[in-house]
């Protein structure tokens, strides 16, 4: 297929002008009809992309080992939807996510879960998927293949395999249309998987610009945010809840926000942006002494034990006041002020159970997913609203924990 972009006059020479020729392949991880990972239903994403960058695309069908081998001879530009390759890394590079896949595996109830799937057990996969892709490249031995997912799980029920590596919506989806109970299996979180579309190096070195100004658009004509399913917030907070209940009563917490409060009550919203403003400028000069001026010492030393006490579960963790004005912080934030941003206001004020949890972020530096949860912070005695306090949640580390 080929989309032509809206004509413009305001066409980058540095982000380039020419068609882009992407391929992708025809094998789902839920049916035998759709391109892996999706890919059909990313081509409105795509072309909402392109379109906003004045750029022509055109896409083809073709085996993985083709688009590799195409990618890597610059006969085409990239590949979607794709996981991580190690294989492909050297010569492409694979751009932001545009796909969020929650890889689980699957076994019957009748099997005792190891600790690792890779020896001794019979793994199945669907032919030509990303899970296939991902388990010959790490090691792992497939020892039979499907064409969708359904027959796939039509062997694991028949006990010709023992475990499936799947999406667990992809799982779910297929289980019900075979009419079988998806409780009925086990299952275990494996990690999150980003998929997206793979360039290659010699066509972004043509086009200097164009991975930056492609990665910032996908969010822009994304209809969805990364999210947790309702089943995985249950497990986070099963494991966190108690544990937040007790760091709410942090010695002198109350205090110290209760006499923040009574000196930022007085502060107008010029005042507050005032501060923002000097605070963010620090940030980029990596030059701290303000921000210091305005926080607590001792209660961010509380937060930064805290942090490291949960082996690199926790990733930050911010105390702020009635205002949204940090008042502790376990590492440096960019901004001071908080109360415009959803994890202030999600929770403050809100029942004292409130877990409030936002969207799945993806660090392309550290490779880590991570959420922010937020809980309202009262007086213990009436009840009163005094603050908020946000964790930072390595997402993949605590649903590895939920076993």
């Known amino acids: 297929m080929t989309s032509r972009a809206e004509p413009g006059d305001n066409e980058d020479p540095v982000v380039g002008t020419q068609a882009v020729n992407l391929a992708t392949n025809i094998s789902s991880a839920f049916s035998s009809d759709l391109p892996t990972g999706t890919g059909q239903s990313l081509l409105p994403h795509l072309q909402c992309i392109f379109s906003d960058m004045k750029r022509d695309f055109t896409v083809q069908v073709m085996p993985w080992r083709r688009a590799y081998q195409d990618v890597k001879s610059n006969r085409i530009d ?13 010569y492409a590079v694979l751009s932001a996510p545009m796909v969020l896949e929650n890889w689980y595996w699957f076994w019957r109830s009748d099997t005792i879960a190891p600790e690792s799937w890779r020896e001794g ?41 023992d475990v499936i590596l799947a999406d667990r919506e992809h799982f779910i989806r297929a289980a019900k249309e075979l009419k079988l109970n998806p409780d009925n299996f086990q299952s275990r979180f494996f990690r999150y998987v980003p998929l997206g579309v793979y360039f ?42 108690r544990k937040i209940e ?25 005042d507050i942006q005032e501060r923002d ?3 963010r400028t620090a940030f980029q000069a990596h030059d701290f002494a303000y921000p210091i001026k305005l926080i607590d010492q001792e209660l961010s030393a ?26 502790a912080i376990s590492d440096m934030t960019s901004d001071y002020w908080q109360g415009d941003e959803e994890k202030f206001t999600g ?3 809100k029942p004292a159970t409130t877990l409030y949890f936002g969207d799945i972020n993806y660090d392309e530096s550290t490779k880590r997913f991570q959420i922010h949860i937020s809980v309202p912070l009262y007086t213990e005695e009436k009840f ?3 603050g908020v306090m946000v964790f930072g949640v390595d997402v993949e580390r605590i649903l590895s924990q939920a076993q």
Request: glycine residues 6%; charged residues 25%; contains cysteine.
């Open 78 to 90: 990239g590949f979607f939807t794709a996981i991580p390759m190690r294989q492909v890394d050297p």
């Open 121 to 161: 057990y019979k793994l199945g996969s669907i032919l030509g998927s990303q899970q296939e892709t991902w388990l010959g490249e790490t090691g792992y031995t497939v020892d039979m293949s499907a064409n969708n997912l359904p027959q796939l799980i039509k062997l694991l029920q028949g006990k010709r395999i």
């Open 200 to 241: 290659n190096e010699q066509f972004l070195n043509n086009n200097p610009a164009f991975l930056s100004v492609f990665n910032t658009t996908i969010n822009k004509c994304a209809t969805g945010h990364f999210a947790v399913s309702d089943y995985e917030k249950q497990q986070i907070r099963e494991l966190l809840q």
């Open 246 to 270: 007790r760091w709410k009563r942090l010695p002198k917490l109350e205090e110290l926000l209760r006499s923040q409060n009574a000196k930022t009550k007085r502060l107008s919203n010029g």
């Open 277 to 279: 403003k000097k605070w």
């Open 302 to 327: 509380q937060l930064r034990e805290i942090k490291k006490q949960s082996q690199d579960v926790i990733t930050e963790i911010i105390v702020t006041d009635a205002r949204g004005l940090n008042l």
């Open 347 to 349: 929770a403050y004020d």
């Open 384 to 386: 009163e609203p005094l």
